[in-house]
């Protein structure tokens, strides 16, 4: 049977379907006809061979616990060889219901309390949250912004990892909400600074499938000797929009680390969803037709976007070359951070992630989800559009 959900002009209702994403719009204050842009999730339909391993799931009616079989196992494996060149062991694999389940757990198995976890802001929120609540030190190196184009600082890096005896590297790649792509050449220098003080890194690689410019590399393909070293935590999720079901893959190809990580996890005792399998399986085995077509659309967002801001004075667009999260420099504006936030929520009527939510070094900047219909993204422009130009006539 043929893909049958390749119409990502479909406006879904999503509405009354407990998403974080337009059923919280009411409690998070924002105005009921605001657009809802702002957590990671697609407005899309996920492919129908995922809807149809779902339904087998929920015919037979016995929902129960559940493991990682040898063809659930096959399918993770033979997607990483095929879209990331990357030859995974099975051995490697260790289940986890989310990646920042995922990163908690690292934070707990490999650092004690106080020990100092490095991150670079701007940078997805809760990889600072899961630092602070489990009561780590948490040592920022923000990337540099230079002309329109983040990079990394990395003399401050080693600096501060020196400096501040850090013992875990939190890496985000592609990097949410920059949009880097990061080059095979940047990684291999955090690498071998993290090898030569001994920092052990966790690489979130969940927007490893989303790239629209460059090419990812996984982090142990940089470098053999990165194994040793390094936790890699990917997911179907953002890839097939299935974050709710809770389905993620982490790969620790060092036995100790993979040990200490287990313990840790046992400790909290996770079940594994059994939907969540199914669907990442069906997703990873007959996804492709949908995986590329989506990509195809959400490229031609990002390019839509990139035309379409030109004409909104001083706002400018990052260049996003992975994921589908836009990142908007609104610096030009010249506005106070509670001014920007009131400009979007209430004179463009836009729920966006603010950009301060990302650190210090995001203030001035707000994020805004790309994934989504043309007509509704095109939506949310011109109203940006008509809020700036707005302000700047009576500025
Ligand atoms: C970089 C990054 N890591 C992790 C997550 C969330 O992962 P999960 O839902 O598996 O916890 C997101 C979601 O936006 C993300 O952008």
New binding site residues.
């Given amino acids: 049977m043929a893909e049958r959900y390749l119409d990502f002009d479909e406006i879904i209702d999503r509405y009354n379907t407990n998403s974080v994403k337009y059923d919280l719009k009411e409690d998070m204050g924002y105005p009921e006809d605001a657009l809802a842009m702002w ?2 999730d697609m407005d899309f339909k996920s492919s129908s061979y995922i809807e149809d391993a779902l339904e087998r799931c929920i015919k037979h009616g016995v929902y129960v616990y559940g493991f990682a079989s040898e063809s659930y196992v096959n399918a993770v494996l033979a997607w990483m060889r095929k879209h990331h060149n990357w030859i995974a062991k099975s051995e490697w694999l260790v289940k986890a ?7 908690a757990a690292a934070i707990r198995a490999y650092t004690n309390p106080g020990d100092a976890v490095l991150i670079q802001e701007p940078v ?1 929120y ?1 990889f600072k949250n899961e630092i602070v609540a489990n009561e780590r030190k948490t040592v920022i190196n923000n990337l540099l912004y230079e002309n329109g184009k983040y990079s990394i600082d990395f003399e401050d890096f080693e600096n501060k990892i020196i400096n501040e005896n850090v013992k875990l590297f939190i890496l ?1 790649s592609p990097h ?1 909400p920059v949009g880097r792509v990061w080059k095979k050449k940047e990684l291999e220098r955090l690498g071998n600074i993290c090898k030569e003080h001994e920092v052990i890194i966790v690489s ?1 690689e ?2 490893h499938d989303l790239i629209f410019e460059g090419e990812h590399t996984v982090f142990t393909n940089v470098n053999k000797d990165f194994e040793d070293f390094s936790i890699i ?1 990917t ?1 179907p ?2 890839t097939f929009n299935l ?1 709710g079901l ?1 389905a ?1 893959n982490v790969f620790i190809p060092n036995q100790k680390l993979r040990n200490k990580y287990k313990e840790e996890m046992s400790k909290v005792s996770a079940n594994v969803n059994i939907l969540g399998l199914a669907a990442c399986e069906a997703a990873y085995s007959k996804g492709e037709t949908w995986y590329n077509a989506m990509m195809k659309y959400v490229k031609a967002n990002i390019d839509f976007t990139k035309e379409f801001v030109k004409g909104i004075p001083g706002v400018k667009m990052v260049k996003t070359e992975g ?1 589908y ?1 836009i990142w908007l420099d609104f610096k030009e504006l010249g506005l106070e951070k509670a001014e920007l936030e009131n400009l979007i929520k209430n004179k463009a009527k836009l729920w966006l992630d603010g950009g301060g939510m990302f650190g210090e070094a995001g203030i001035g900047f707000q994020r805004i989800n790309a994934a989504c219909p043309r007509s509704i993204l095109e939506e949310a422009l011109k109203r940006l559009k008509m809020a700036v130009e707005e302000i700047k006539k009576t500025a």
Wanted: glycine fraction near 4%; proline fraction near 8%.
């Fill in positions: 957590v990671a219901p989310g990646v920042v389940f995922a990163i997805y809760p985000c949410n979130d969940i927007h935590c997911a999720s953002k974050a809770c993620s994921t999260l």
